[in-house]
């Protein structure tokens, strides 16, 4: 079931290490991934430098043709993608249906967008002249992905770059490579040319090294941590690798006492449970009116304290495990933190250990203080913090004031009020009385350390693409 090879120009190698694999639900051993290291990772450069000749050569159609054959084959084997997903990341077997759906629409659509790789001819100054801008592909593409989206966050990344003419390295997470692994078996079955997409599994530092230093990689896109974020920025300069980073995030979401509180609570449930809080966009703290705060808590908890919790495969459960015992540990310290400081358990607040996996209850916390550590730092887990605010004003400077920038949700019925809180505040996405704002034609990315560029929408595509201007000057 579990792919355990490398995939590098279009063959399938082995490696004398291996990394086992857990699934969070159960703490065993599901299979074992290569560990590859410089060597593997050189030789998924040589093998993407050498099919990007070609590959950068063929028509917008033809690559269009070869992303949709893929597309189709992922389609067909949802399920079983869906399957492997939930085994090695945890998540509920409907969510992660749903990713593999959200994961293939970024394939179909950029398929499609590639065939708008427009250019421009600009007036000149001179009638002897002429202006000609052209867009091409900026060549071999590092990608490096997090555990949380096993399939998501690489087609955002895979489907732009090979629609735009590139070719592609990528490492998955260590934690969730089987995804991967199996979407590169499809890309192969599509008939998308060796060397195209390469995918090497192993320990991080190694692998990217080799990347940075490889100066036929003129890109790397990369999500996950602003830690590490800020090591491959740093990596990325020697060699002046265009980057795209999607880093973390500590969303905020205001309820104004304008808000429809029932949309108010499904909102903070959608945008803070969902794969048990383990996303980027994930709201880390809720700023409630203080006349609607009890109101909005007592509804949010007794919502909450419903959801079911269980593995994945389990019917109607709509939180998975957490991916590892630190995840565990970390968001056990934000609650054992605020609640020290004075903030109110009003729901969970403890391991489940009735459970073999790494599973919390989720938890709110009411009458919490920008002291709080879950406050200012990323919980990544089903903890949802409820603060009240007196005025606007104070609800957008307490939301601003964190180096992050990447999602924001508003809950308010009042149009002049949704206009002006929308607009203060320093995130690339906000969420509108609306608790899942991504989707694949909007851009996706954020403000300060949240990260650079954006993934998805006609944006998503212009980061694997290099603008050539041509001066032509005639008789
Ligand atoms: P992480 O930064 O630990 O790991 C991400 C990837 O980087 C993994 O493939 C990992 O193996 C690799 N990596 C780790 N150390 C490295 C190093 N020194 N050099 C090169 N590569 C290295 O993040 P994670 O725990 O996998 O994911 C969670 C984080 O990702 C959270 O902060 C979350 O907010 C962020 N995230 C952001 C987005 C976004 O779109 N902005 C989306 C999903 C997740």
Request: proline share 5%; hydrophobic share 40%; aromatic share 8%.
């Amino acid at each position: 079931m579990f792919p355990n090879k490398l995939y590098i120009n279009g063959e399938w190698l082995d490696t004398q290490e291996m990394i086992q694999v857990i699934n969070p639900a159960t703490k065993n051993v599901i299979g074992s991934t290569p560990n590859g290291g410089e060597i593997e990772a050189k030789l998924s450069v040589d093998a993407a430098y050498t099919a990007l000749k070609e590959w950068s050569k063929k028509t917008a159609d033809e690559r269009s043709r070869l992303l949709l054959a893929w597309h189709r084959l992922i389609e067909e084997h949802r399920d079983e993608l869906a399957e492997i997903m939930t085994m090695e990341q945890g998540k509920p077997f409907a969510e992660a249906k749903g990713e593999i759906d959200y994961a293939n629409n970024y394939i179909a659509w950029f398929a499609e967008e590639g065939k708008r790789i427009y250019g421009e001819t600009i007036p000149a100054s001179s009638p002897t002249k002429r202006i000609i801008v052209k867009r091409q592909p900026v060549g071999v593409v590092a990608a490096i992905t997090p555990w949380n989206f096993p399939a998501a966050m690489i087609t955002r990344k895979v489907a732009p770059a090979l629609a735009a003419g590139c070719t592609i390295v990528l490492k998955p997470s260590e934690e969730t490579p089987f995804t991967a692994l199996k979407l590169a078996e499809f890309s192969q079955q599509a008939g998308i040319p060796k060397g195209v997409i390469n995918v090497v599994t192993g320990a991080p530092e190694p692998i990217a090294t080799v990347w940075l230093r490889d100066d036929r990689v003129r890109k790397l896109t990369f999500t996950g941590s602003t830690r590490v974020g800020k090591i491959l920025m740093r990596g990325a300069a020697d060699t002046v690798k265009k980057l795209s980073l999607e880093l973390g995030g500590h969303a905020p979401l205001i309820v104004t006492a304008n808000a429809n509180i029932d949309k108010a609570v499904e909102g903070a449930i959608s945008s803070k449970f969902r794969n048990a809080g383990q996303t980027c966009v994930c709201t880390n703290r809720i700023y409630v009116d203080e006349s609607i705060a009890d109101e909005f808590s007592n509804r949010l908890a007794e919502r909450v304290a419903n959801l079911k919790v269980g593995n994945g495969f389990e019917e109607n459960v709509s939180i998975g495990p957490l991916i590892n015992d630190r995840a565990v540990q970390k968001v056990m310290e934000h609650i054992e933190d605020a609640v020290k400081k004075g903030a109110n358990l009003l729901a969970g607040g403890n391991p489940l250990e009735k459970e073999s996996g790494y599973f919390i209850e989720p938890t709110v916390l009411t009458n919490v203080t920008d002291d709080m550590t879950c406050m200012y730092e990323e919980t990544f887990g089903p903890l949802a913090p409820v603060s009240s605010f007196k005025t606007i004003e104070e609800a957008i400077e307490r939301a601003n004031n964190t180096p992050y920038g990447l999602a924001a949700y508003v809950f308010t019925e009042n149009i002049n009020e949704a206009v002006d809180i929308s607009e203060a505040l320093d995130y690339g996405i906000i969420g509108l009385n609306d608790g899942s704002p991504s989707a694949v034609q909007a851009p996706f990315g954020g403000f300060k350390e949240s990260g650079l560029g954006r993934e998805g929408g006609h944006f998503g595509i212009e980061d694997y693409l290099e603008v050539k201007y041509i001066s032509l000057r005639l008789n």
